[in-house]
């Protein structure tokens, strides 16, 4: 049974397994259930069970290490009348995630033999905690809701929203003396190659595409070639980009219009994947203009590595819309290489990057499908129509 959101359906078994279900992704999710009272919280830190405390001392739930939850109906303490069950992405706000960078996730309700429902995830966008669904007591008897209600201020807002304090949470894993290392800041030049440093953490590295100069906007992209040959155009900006690649290995995190924000794209390194190009589009309705002029970077963030690759020689060039800042190498052995390339689109060009053989070139890429609004369509229309 597939449902919708706000759809309540009864649940006739008393054992009953709760699965989040999402593509692999470079976001790290845990799942939590509150167990809460008829005003909506919780009567102690006891009915939070999470990674931290994943047995009730009722037995009646249990968080797995699958981040599945199992939850006996029979076993419910009789101040319960509410399982919220919960997800939220660990460190969100650090990382710069949300539940926007997710397609495709699915809350999963299972009986003892066999599936009862599905509900897929949809429409998040700055949100980096989601209260997925909850069982419920109704005129003594179980119920299940598919919420899908989304939170921004990831864990912390969860507990405080069901009146769990916060500095109780136990971590996953015993803490460890961090040493604080300066950042380290390179400025790669055209045709110059660095090699990304290993983290202990496999958090992914951080693409950044900004500008300063107000009433413009330019749109952060990326091409992924995987080692068969097959090409994937991962942007915010055009009907035919998606914002994650299958895997989830490269996902953008939405586009963005304002000066001084930042457009990023997030890449862990996939045995599937050869390289990504990484480009900078100067929107229509910019008109002309250097990418120097209005101020244009790209930034790549490795942890305390941060690598910064210029804009030098677009001064002359009013009419290059593409810049191709570098390309991300990915090694046979988990390595990451950043090439400086630098490369830019011919005149007047609206043809995106492309790849012959291994090779980036610029001007070889399809046009960008613009998307449905009523501007993209006219520009559109009176530049190439």
């Known amino acids: 049974m597939k449902l919708s959101k706000g759809q309540k359906i009864p649940l006739n078994e008393n054992f009953l397994t709760i699965k989040f279900q999402r593509p692999d992704s470079a976001l790290e999710i845990d799942t939590a259930a509150f167990l809460t009272q008829s005003n909506g919280k919780v009567a102690g830190d006891e009915d939070f069970v999470f990674y931290g405390n994943p047995k009730h001392n009722s037995g009646a739930v249990t968080h797995k290490d699958d981040d599945s939850i199992d939850i006996d109906l029979s076993r419910i303490p009789r101040h319960v009348e509410r399982i919220s069950l919960t997800a939220t992405i660990y460190d969100a706000d650090k990382r710069r995630q949300n539940f926007s960078m997710i397609r495709g996730a699915d809350l999963k309700i299972f009986g003892a033999r066999e599936e009862i429902a599905t509900f897929p995830l949809e429409n998040f966008s700055v949100e980096t905690a989601i209260v997925l669904g909850e069982v419920y007591r109704y005129k003594g008897a179980w119920k299940f809701n598919a919420t899908g209600a989304g939170f921004s201020g990831g864990l912390a807002a969860l507990c405080k929203n069901f009146n769990v304090e916060v500095k109780d949470i136990a971590p996953s894993e015993p803490e460890k003396e961090i040493v604080e290392q300066k950042a380290e800041k390179i400025s790669l030049k055209k045709g ?96 002309a203009g250097s990418f120097r002029q209005y101020g244009v970077f790209v930034r790549i963030t490795n942890g305390k590595q941060i690598i910064e690759i210029p804009a030098t020689n677009t001064s002359k060039n009013w009419f290059s819309y593409t810049l191709c800042f570098g390309e991300i190498i990915f090694g046979r052995d988990k390595t990451l290489e950043v090439s400086a390339l630098e490369m830019y689109s011919s005149f007047s060009s609206e043809k995106r990057v492309g790849y012959e053989g291994d090779k980036v070139k610029m001007d070889i890429g399809p046009v960008g499908k613009p998307k449905g609004s009523s501007k993209s369509a006219s520009l559109w229309n009176k530049i190439f129509g």
């Open 192 to 287: 110059e190659k660095i090699s990304l440093t290993k983290k202990a953490d496999d958090n992914p590295i951080v693409i950044e595409n900004g500008w300063t100069a107000k009433n413009k906007d330019y749109d952060l992209k990326a091409l992924v070639r995987y080692r068969d040959g097959k090409l994937i155009y991962v942007g915010a900006a055009n009907e035919d980009e998606v914002l994650s690649t299958p895997e989830g290995a490269v996902q953008h995190g939405g586009d963005i219009k304002a000066p001084g924000e930042l457009e990023r794209i997030l890449i862990k390194w996939h045995p599937d994947i050869a390289s990504v190009a990484v480009s900078s589009y100067s929107a229509l309705e910019n008109g």
